[in-house]
């Protein structure tokens, strides 16, 4: 096995581990956290969300920006993996902060490093290969995100500091 199949297999694990437990534990967590906001503050991150995440996906766009922040990948998941640690156990008593916190750490998540992760596998992988191997990946996810519902049905004495203690645990795999 080479290294992009080996990156390829882990990809698989990892992003079906984080679907996994996204789907377990996001029922006691956002059932906790959405009773403490008012629809005021859920709208404005909605909206801080969506304009960073445009303004940032525009800037991904470029080739020269993915090829300068692919050195810095690492560093950046990093910050990723601090932002949730905070946001998940430091910052429980104080929901706006950290729903502006993970909505951060879900900005660089989703649009930085998994743009970058992808921007690899693209330029390693091409035509009917790629389509497989995003299909696969895609599947993997909606599978584990049907297991973590199923899961979340049945362990229903997942209080919420156990839910944010697997979450992060969960975040620190990513890396």
């Given at each position: 096995m080479n290294k992009l199949e080996l990156y390829m297999k882990l990809n698989y694990i990892?992003?079906?581990?984080?679907?996994?437990?996204?789907?377990?534990t996001a029922p006691t967590i956002s059932l906790h956290f959405m009773q403490l906001l008012d629809k005021q503050?859920?709208?404005?991150?909605?909206?801080?969300?969506?304009?960073?995440m445009a303004g940032f996906q525009t800037l991904m766009s470029k080739e020269s920006v993915r090829n300068k922040l692919r050195n810095y990948l690492f560093h950046i998941v990093v910050f990723e993996l601090i932002l949730c640690t905070v946001a998940n156990l430091v910052m429980t008593e104080?929901?706006?902060?950290?729903?502006?916190?993970?909505?951060?750490a879900s900005i660089i998540g989703s649009v930085f490093i998994y743009t970058l992760f992808m921007d690899i596998i693209n330029s390693k992988v091409s035509?009917?290969?790629?389509?497989?191997?995003?299909?696969?990946?895609?599947?993997?996810?909606?599978?584990?995100a049907a297991l973590g519902g199923l899961c979340a049905i049945f362990y229903t004495q997942c209080d919420l500091m156990t839910a944010l203690y697997i979450k992060?645990?969960?975040?620190?795999i990513d890396v």
């Amino acid at each position: 096995m080479n290294k992009l199949e080996l990156y390829m297999k882990l990809n698989y694990i990892t992003m079906g581990g984080i679907t996994l437990v996204e789907s377990l534990t996001a029922p006691t967590i956002s059932l906790h956290f959405m009773q403490l906001l008012d629809k005021q503050s859920i709208a404005t991150v909605i909206t801080f969300q969506g304009l960073l995440m445009a303004g940032f996906q525009t800037l991904m766009s470029k080739e020269s920006v993915r090829n300068k922040l692919r050195n810095y990948l690492f560093h950046i998941v990093v910050f990723e993996l601090i932002l949730c640690t905070v946001a998940n156990l430091v910052m429980t008593e104080m929901p706006s902060i950290r729903l502006y916190i993970l909505t951060f750490a879900s900005i660089i998540g989703s649009v930085f490093i998994y743009t970058l992760f992808m921007d690899i596998i693209n330029s390693k992988v091409s035509g009917t290969a790629l389509t497989t191997y995003q299909s696969k990946l895609k599947s993997v996810m909606m599978w584990c995100a049907a297991l973590g519902g199923l899961c979340a049905i049945f362990y229903t004495q997942c209080d919420l500091m156990t839910a944010l203690y697997i979450k992060n645990g969960m975040a620190g795999i990513d890396v």
